[in-house]
């Protein structure tokens, strides 16, 4: 295998996506410079052209970036790469723009890049890939890097700065997101359709500010409680993240202070997202699950939804129980989720949603673009439309169930092959949990290990799996009483103490 390959771009593929330290550390040294990352797009210009059959100087190819300290620099980078094509200096955007950058007559770019890490630390940096059928998979991206490689061996690096054409892909996003607004609700001033409405944003100091101020002011929203909206690559406030308590914390409290209607968040790129009602619930993870399919139920009965492993059994019940939905309970890793849906929806499946407890959520009517603003839209657009019934739309969850435990532990493992010494693990461990009367084995199961329990007092399930890309064995446990989760953990433990390579339980 090519050596360069191997020292220095198979270290920055991460799934489908490029990630690494744009900015040395302590603990992390510089391993994705300007230079490589126009080495990268380079052979990303050379994929594109021969996936699409046109000549490379035929290619139109946007450039994209959020908030990231390195972000101008890789930039350059990636656009000097594109040398002989047509390159399109986008600016600061999110990543669900440049992805419809690809699809929306006005731009129609053969291909896209999109310069973000999402919500790691400020030192990363990264490339996302779009063409007009979505997100590159893993083996394009591996491909690509190959490429880049070969590109670097021959010297033939660019050396220069290509010229490019600015092209002003907020204001295209922006009026898009308006349109589909102001279709959906319909109201009787048309242009103005959330007039009455305060909702309070939460960018993160990220690249989706705008959507406050681009989208919401011109059709009528107060945004006053919003927070956070001028990007700052530092992410002074907390991290840009719908997972993270801090987050949440910080757009729960700017509803709560701003007597807002409800509160919407962003990771740093724009592609994830979640909200919180007007009297403070943080509605993410399982509940955002709940509240989009409860949306699209009406249009769309006996459908399927595609969610994540580590979903809980409360939104599986109400997904089927109370919407009629069917509940495909499917791997971690959004491109994963996406593209299961999109294979049902091939076979002639009705699956209009697919998306990951993250906040990475997919509709199959905005092309299953996983996109924090949009499911933010269709929130809104359902929340106007309720209230012209006297409706409020923390209605639409209203019967959806929490566990009253859960908990999250991740086990490190040590050493080589881990991947091949977890999955040994595993079938150890499905084996060990066949022998236990309190465990049942959940089927049909896509990912790790997951098990009902039940000891006659308190229920719950645990799921054990391999990280996609880590040398750690994440290990997942609801319950639905006080110190189910420890009963639970308590009945594992002993399992776990026989591997040697694993950090302590």
């Known amino acids: 295998m ?31 410079t300007p230079q490589i990352a126009s080495e990268i797009a380079l052979s990303f210009r050379d994929f594109l052209a021969e996936k699409t059959g046109k000549d490379i100087r035929e290619l139109r190819i946007g450039v994209g970036h959020d908030s990231r300290l390195t972000a101008e620099a890789m930039k350059e980078g990636v656009l000097a790469g594109l040398d ?47 063409t007009k059928e979505g997100g590159l998979e893993k083996a394009d991206i591996t491909k690509i890097l190959q490429g880049a490689a070969e590109i670097r061996d021959k010297g033939l690096t660019p050396k220069g700065g290509a010229a490019s054409k600015t092209f002003d892909l907020v204001s295209l996003y922006s009026r898009h997101m308006m349109d589909i607004i102001k279709k959906e609700v319909n109201a009787d001033d048309y242009d103005k359709p959330l007039t009455g409405l305060r909702i309070a944003v939460d960018a993160g100091n990220g690249a989706a500010g705008f959507f406050a101020s681009r989208i919401l002011v011109p059709l009528g929203a107060d945004i006053e409680g919003s927070r956070y909206l001028e990007p700052d690559g530092h992410f002074p406030n907390h991290v840009p993240n719908p997972e993270n308590k801090d987050a949440m914390a910080a757009i729960r409290s700017a509803v709560l202070e701003s007597h807002a209607d409800l509160g919407v968040i962003f990771d740093c790129d724009g592609d994830r997202g979640a909200c919180v009602f007007a009297d403070g619930t943080e509605v993410n993870r399982n509940a955002l699950i709940a509240l989009m399919a409860a949306i699209l139920a009406p249009a769309h009965p006996d459908a399927v939804v595609v969610t994540d492993s580590v979903t809980s059994d409360e939104l599986a019940v109400f997904l089927e129980k109370e919407l009629g939905l069917t509940h495909l309970r499917f791997k971690r890793g959004y491109k994963n989720v996406i593209n299961k849906g999109i294979e049902l929806t091939k076979e002639g499946r009705d699956c209009p949603l697919a998306i990951e407890t993250s906040g990475h959520g997919a509709l199959a009517e905005n092309y299953f673009s996983d996109d924090g603003a949009y499911l933010s839209v269709k929130i809104i657009c359902e929340m106007a439309r309720l209230r012209k019934d006297g409706r409020r739309i923390e209605e639409l969850i209203a019967k959806l169930g929490y566990p009253a435990e859960e ?54 399930w645990i799921l054990v799996r391999l990280s996609l890309h880590d040398p750690v064995i994440p290990i997942n446990a609801e319950a639905n009483a006080a110190g189910g989760v420890d009963a639970i953990l308590a009945k594992v433990r002993p399992f776990f103490t026989g591997y040697d390579r694993l950090s302590s339980f």
Do not use: W
């Not at 090519?2 to 391993?31: H, Y």
């Open 2 to 32: 090519n050596q360069t390959f191997e020292a220095i771009f198979k270290k920055l593929q991460n799934g489908s996506d490029v990630r690494g330290s744009a900015i040395a550390t302590e603990t992390e040294p510089l391993n994705l």
């Open 84 to 130: 002989a094509c047509e390159g399109f200096d986008c600016g600061l955007v999110s990543t669900p723009a440049m992805f419809l950058s690809t699809v929306l007559a006005e731009s129609s770019f053969d291909g896209a890049v999109m310069i973000t890490a999402s919500h790691l630390p400020f030192n990363r940096n990264g490339l996302k890939f779009f």
């Open 407 to 460: 908990k999250e532990i991740r086990l490190s493992i040590s050493g080589d092959n881990f991947a091949e010494y977890g999955q040994r693990m595993l079938e150890d461990f499905k084996a060990f949990a066949e022998k236990e009367a309190c465990f049942c084995l959940v089927s049909p199961n896509y990912e790790g290990v997951r098990l009902r329990y039940d000891d006659g007092e308190k229920k719950g």
